[in-house]
């Protein structure tokens, strides 16, 4: 069975890291699409970043590039996202989520992404 499970949210203050964890069970991270996405209230859940676990390829949104990175640890099968110079707009709950499809870290749309983890709490105070 595949399982996703993100940890590592807190509560920062703005311009503060934060790194969260995916552990993945049930499957080896070899060729996947793994990708951190977040959803904050009212607002539709949006592609943070996603990477491409057989190569290394990544994407990254916009609002976070140069402050976010992904990165994946196969041997532990982990996907990490180490956040710095935090923004209150960051705030949200962010997920991780895994598909079978290797291309969908390319668009990091999270309609192309088949399993989802629980979700941990970032809360960024100004």
């Known amino acids: 069975e595949v399982q996703l499970q993100a940890s590592g949210g807190g509560l920062v203050q703005a311009g503060g890291s934060l790194r969260l964890s995916c552990a993945a069970s049930g499957f080896t991270l070899d060729d996947y699409a793994i990708g951190w996405f977040r959803q904050a209230p009212g607002k539709e859940r949006e592609g943070v970043s996603c990477?491409?676990?057989?190569?290394?390829?990544?994407y990254y949104a916009d609002s976070v590039e140069g402050r976010f990175t992904i990165s994946s640890d196969n041997a532990t099968n982990t996907v990490y996202l180490q956040m710095n110079s935090l923004k209150p707009e960051d705030a949200a709950v962010y997920y991780c989520?895994?598909?079978?499809?290797?291309?969908?870290?390319?668009?990091?749309?999270?309609?192309?992404?088949?399993?989802w983890g629980k979700g941990t709490l970032v809360t960024v105070s100004s």
């Open positions: 990477i491409s676990t057989s190569d290394g390829n990544t």
């Open positions: 989520a895994a598909d079978l499809n290797i291309g969908s870290y390319y668009w990091c749309r999270y309609q192309g992404f088949d399993y």
